[in-house]
Nanobody
Framework: QLQLVESGGGLVQPGGALRLSCAAS????????IGWFRQAPGQEREGPLC????????ACADSVKGRFTISRDSTKNTADLFMNRLKPEDTAVYYC???????????????????WGQGTQVTVSS
């Protein structure tokens, strides 16, 4: 069983930047990849937006590539999502998840989430 806790959400103006952090704890946490997903009001959960494996290989979906990046601190079992040039349509609850192996297909990332965090709200508005 893993526990994941997101932090760093908040209100940001369009064009601004935000860093979200995901802290994973529990048995074998360091062996899982971490993926970031989001769910906007009235929409289905989207993602993963970005994912980083236990060995540090990372990818972001085409929908956010160039604006979002992901990094991982394996010593702390944390994974950060760096979001730049934010748009109002980025407004959503952002979730991190412990995931398995991933692959990139047609600009999308495919993986299987095993454990979820509780989410953190990101609002992009002036």
């Amino acid at each position: 069983q893993l526990q994941l806790v997101e932090s760093g959400g908040g209100l940001v103006q369009p064009g601004g930047a935000l860093r979200l952090s995901c802290a994973a704890s529990g048995y074998n946490a360091k062996y899982y990849g971490i993926g970031w997903f989001r769910q906007a009001p009235g929409q289905e959960r989207e993602g993963p937006l970005c994912v980083i494996s236990s060995d540090g290989s990372a990818a972001c979906a085409d929908s956010v590539k160039g604006r979002f990046t992901i990094s991982r601190d394996s010593t702390k079992n944390t994974a950060d999502l760096f979001m730049n040039r934010l748009k109002p349509e980025d407004t959503a609850v952002y979730y991190c998840a412990a995931v398995g192996d991933y692959r990139v297909v047609g600009g999308f990332i495919e993986t299987h989430p095993f454990y979820w965090g509780q989410g953190t709200q990101v609002t992009v508005s002036s």
